[in-house]
């Protein structure tokens, strides 16, 4: 199952920007062999050519509004008409992620500056773009990143792990068979021990009970639960406890330096000064090594493809999650 994403245009696919240009971005750029992208430039589906004067969003006591100074063009209808008939197509389509431009007053999904008039040098708040307000409204069970928040390596870690399980997911809702569900749980059991146990054990629930109800009904409690276990990074804890867990099963096979090795890097990771997918990788490497069939059928080992760890990290926007 090959994930769908849906970006903004400028990130690497058009040159559509307000200046003409157009933006390179590391994340579309590494996934663009492995899922299909879907782009859109909102302000010129609205007929803003490029280049283009600049558009801000206005927010005053009358509401939410998409100005464009120079020209004094109130384009908030225009807006909200392109936006409802692109989420339409995109529902039809079934997206897995967002990944939208930061910052930009259409298209972002946080910290979009809004001012108080036209002409105000100064802003009053930051919150939503007008088209990354409408996919966040209609889409809270879809993974959405702005693209700078995406250099960060623990957030790029999560969305990368819910992208393909999201996809993953929706390839057996499809087929709407429950013993797939039931197969899928099992598979994915240690990787949402790792990220939140509460619902690993209500989605364990669901897919367990799901012949007694219609399958339709199972999946849609599925699918909503499942958003929820990856609304915040793997709590090292549980994730250290997986990992002892998996230690266990290949501890006697292996010399006493690479034990101390291995122990050393779980310390690590621990501390916080080793990212998940390094001793994941490194456990990998053992359960490839002595055929552990139980582990290697583990997603919480491999969640999405190796080649898209990367180490960069920006550090920004660590610590706030959607
Ligand atoms: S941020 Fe959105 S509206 Fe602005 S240029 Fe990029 S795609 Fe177009």
Not at 38 to 56: D, H, M, N, Q
Not at 288 to 304: D, G, H, N, V
Request: proline share 4%.
């Amino acid at each position: 199952m090959r994930p769908v994403i849906f970006a903004s245009k400028c990130l690497g696919f058009e040159n559509c920007r307000w200046n003409g240009m157009i933006l390179h971005s590391e994340i579309v750029e590494l996934l663009r062999p492995y899922v299909d992208f879907i782009s859109a430039c909102p302000e010129k589906e609205i007929g803003l050519g490029v280049p283009r004067a600049p558009v801000r969003v206005i927010e005053n006591s009358k509401g939410v509004f998409l100005l464009q100074p120079s020209t004094g063009l109130d384009l908030t209808e225009k807006m909200d008409i392109f936006s409802a008939a692109i989420i339409k197509t995109l529902k039809k389509r079934a997206v897995d992620a967002f990944i939208l431009k930061e910052g930009s007053p259409s298209c972002g999904c946080k910290n979009v500056k809004h001012y108080a008039k036209a002409e105000q040098k100064n802003t009053t708040t930051k919150s939503f773009g007008l088209f990354g307000q409408k996919i966040t409204e209609n889409f809270p069970f879809t993974a959405l990143e702005d693209e700078g928040r995406l250099t960060n390596f623990t957030i790029r870690e999560v969305f990368l792990t819910r992208l393909f399980t999201t996809a993953a997911f929706r390839e057996i809702r499809t087929l709407g068979k429950i013993k797939d569900l039931a197969a899928f749980q099992a598979k994915n059991k240690l990787l949402f021990l790792a990220y939140n146990e509460t619902s690993m054990r209500k989605l364990g629930k669901l897919a367990a009970n799901g012949a007694k109800k219609r399958a339709e009904e199972t999946y849609k409690a599925y699918a909503e639960e499942l958003c929820n276990v990856f609304k915040n990074p793997a709590k090292p804890g549980a994730a250290v406890n997986v990992l002892q867990h998996a230690f266990g099963y290949f501890s006697k096979e292996i010399s006493i330096e690479e034990k101390a090795h291995y122990l050393r890097q779980l310390e690590k990771y621990k501390k916080g000064s080793l990212p998940l997918s390094a001793v994941t990788l490194l456990t990998m490497a053992y359960i490839t090594r002595f055929k552990i069939s139980y582990l290697l059928e583990q997603t919480f080992f491999a969640p999405y493809p190796e080649s898209l760890v990367t180490i960069s990290d920006s550090g920004r926007g660590r610590d706030s999650y959607r």
